[in-house]
């Protein structure tokens, strides 16, 4: 890699890392409101990977309005402004993505339709999980953050083993430059750090957080190469081109989006065991 696209990519990814880890610890609402503008940007950019798409034909405006409806309809749950008897409305407003197939005229409306919900399912619900379980906190660390902090520990430390000791292909078909080496020692230091946070940052959760890593590790795995896949299906580099030296929305969260709806679950049965 050259140094000119290193050094970018490390800008970005420290601005990047100081925004989402930084909103996340300032306040909730701080939180809310930056990830809410990264679920809006990750859900158009997921709908314009299918812009010129021979087969799929999705309505983006149609995809982001009805996304965006759920995000702020789930929110109100959470922020408990809504009750939760509205959850009812969310059945309805999925089965209007498929009435607009009835219009359309279009040659594949099964998959046009999977791809719409999808789309919501796979941005918009994680994102929206990340900020209940930040408005659900009560640890000295907050779990968003030591969940975030897990996932970039596995996705670096993944990188540098691979690059160093790196011989083995992982998973050569959807990304070649995936190496065993390299997702041993991503898993490694995640378990280091899930150990180091429970032991002695938010101590008496030791437990809690060597679950939490062996969780995660291998959800940022399986999630980066979801992505991987993805994008080698549509034979494209990167999703999108709003961050410098990483590409897109998804491109960055594509970790994340497979990890978190997990670590909700695992943090819920934690919470109420």
């Known amino acids: 890699m050259p140094l000119g696209n290193l050094a970018v990519r490390s800008i970005t ?14 306040h909730p609402f701080a939180q809310m409101i ?23 034909q999705v309505s983006s405006e149609i995809g982001i309005f009805i996304g965006v409806f759920i995000f702020v309809l ?11 008897i509205s959850v009812i409305v969310l059945f309805p407003l999925f089965f209007t993505l498929i009435l607009n197939e009835l219009w359309a005229k279009k040659e594949n409306p099964i998959i046009n339709i999977s791809v719409l919900v999808f789309g919501i399912v796979y941005v918009v619900l994680p994102f929206y999980l990340s900020i209940d379980l930040s408005l659900r906190n009560t640890s000295y660390l907050p779990h968003v953050v030591g969940m975030f902090l897990l996932i970039w520990t596995n996705d670096s430390f993944a990188y540098f083993s691979g690059r160093l000791f790196g011989k083995h292909k992982l998973f050569e078909r959807i990304s070649p430059k995936k190496t065993w080496e390299g ?13 180091i946070i429970g032991a002695y940052i938010n101590e008496g959760e030791t437990v809690f957080w060597l679950v939490s890593a062996v969780i995660i590790a291998p959800c940022a795995i399986f999630g980066d190469l979801l992505e991987s896949l993805f994008k080698r299906s549509l034979n494209i580099k990167d999703s999108g081109n709003i961050l410098p030296g990483h590409g897109g929305i998804l491109d960055r969260f594509d970790a994340a989006l497979f990890a978190i709806p997990f670590f909700y679950c695992w943090s819920m049965i934690y919470l109420f065991w």
Not at 183 to 195: D, K, N, Q, R, S
């Open 34 to 56: 930056v990830f809410s503008i990264f679920m809006v940007l990750g859900l158009a950019e997921f709908y314009r990977l299918f812009k010129n798409h021979p087969v799929v």
């Open 13 to 26: 990814g420290v601005i990047f890392g100081t925004v989402v880890i930084g909103s996340m610890l300032w």
């Open 183 to 195: 997702t041993f020692g991503g898993v490694l230091f995640t378990l280091i750090l899930g150990y």
């Open 74 to 84: 789930m929110l109100g749950f959470s922020l408990k402004l809504l009750p939760i």
